[in-house]
């Protein structure tokens, strides 16, 4: 039996309304999904794209700006899109009369000239602060490591530890060794870079942080507090030459009781490994990195 137009008009305003409420419950998962899948825990989901997994005292520090300059910049975001869309659709054309015309708003333009001005202070000011803090270093750190870069390796020597022969103890890369730069962990770690050619850039990606390696007079240095042990590969990021690429080293963080056993070996003459086992490490060579392949007779990659 033909339903009557009533009926009719009932049937498809609720099919509509069903269709809508599909479109709407599809549009939440697909948000839901993205959220969740593009990070691999809820940590990560929420941090908008800034590394989670830093190791240093400052890590914390630039994750928190980060999320907070993101979060401000969605709340204006949010609010702009609004404005946007409430405009669209409470002034869209409802004929061909022209609207009334409005120019020199003065309050709306100072409050448009003024309102930026005071959200790029706060961002400066936290930016600063922050700043600050990364880049603070105290009087006495509890090591100085003299990190020292040439075309295409590392150096690392501990000041404060003469050897054998009165010179600071120290661990060079070679072509077929990556050298391993061992450093405690809760203790102020004070890198002092030179360079002895051209422009190289200190770079372990779990510190989130680089510093340029100048050569001359102009001598750079960081300080940080690792708060996590662990093997973390280390990498020059400053385009320096032919094998830029392959000039890695190894920032190892291990216990203060480690560190000076490691120390003491290297003050009786050990190679960097033989201390580093002596420490009672049970791998004394880089886990994070290997040599590169020298070999230009082969064009497969090692
Ligand atoms: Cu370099």
Not at 150 to 179: H, L, M, Q
Request: one cysteine or more; aromatic letters at 12%.
């Amino acid at each position: 039996m033909p339903l009557r137009r009533q009926e009719q008009v009932v049937a498809t305003g609720s099919g509509l309304r069903r269709r809508v409420g599909r479109l709407a419950g599809l549009g939440a998962l697909a948000v839901l999904t993205t959220v969740v899948l593009s990070g691999c825990s809820i940590d990560k989901a929420f941090s908008f794209g800034w590394p989670v997994d830093g190791i240093t005292d400052r890590s914390r520090k630039m994750y928190d700006l980060w999320v907070g300059s993101v979060v401000a910049a969605l709340v204006v975001g949010v609010f702009v899109w609004g404005l946007i869309f409430w405009c669209v659709i409470r002034y869209r054309k409802r004929g061909d009369e022209l609207p009334p015309q409005t120019r020199y708003n003065l309050p709306i333009e100072l409050l448009y000239s003024v309102v930026p001005f005071l959200i790029i202070s706060v961002l400066f000011y936290y930016t600063a602060i922050v700043q600050t803090a990364v880049d603070k270093q105290p009087a006495n750190p509890d090591v100085t490591v003299d990190v020292i870069a040439a075309k295409w390796d590392w150096e690392f020597s501990y000041r404060d530890s003469p050897g054998a022969d009165k010179k600071p103890v120290t661990t060079i890369g070679t072509v077929d060794y990556i050298p391993v730069l061992v450093v405690p962990t809760h203790k102020t770690i004070r890198f002092a870079e030179q360079s002895q050619d051209v422009i190289h850039s200190f770079w372990v990606p779990e510190l989130l942080f680089k510093r340029d390696v100048f050569p001359g007079n102009v001598k750079n240095s960081f300080v940080v507090t690792i708060e996590k042990e662990g093997a973390y590969v280390g990498r020059c990021a400053e385009l320096c030459g032919v094998y830029h690429s392959q000039m890695n080293f190894e920032l190892r963080a291990v216990t203060f009781d480690e560190y000076q056993r490691f120390i003491a070996a290297k003050q009786k003459g050990m190679s960097t490994p033989d201390a580093l086992r002596e420490a009672g490490d049970a791998n004394p060579y880089a886990t994070t990195t290997k040599p590169w392949n020298t070999d230009r007779t082969s064009r497969t990659a090692s």
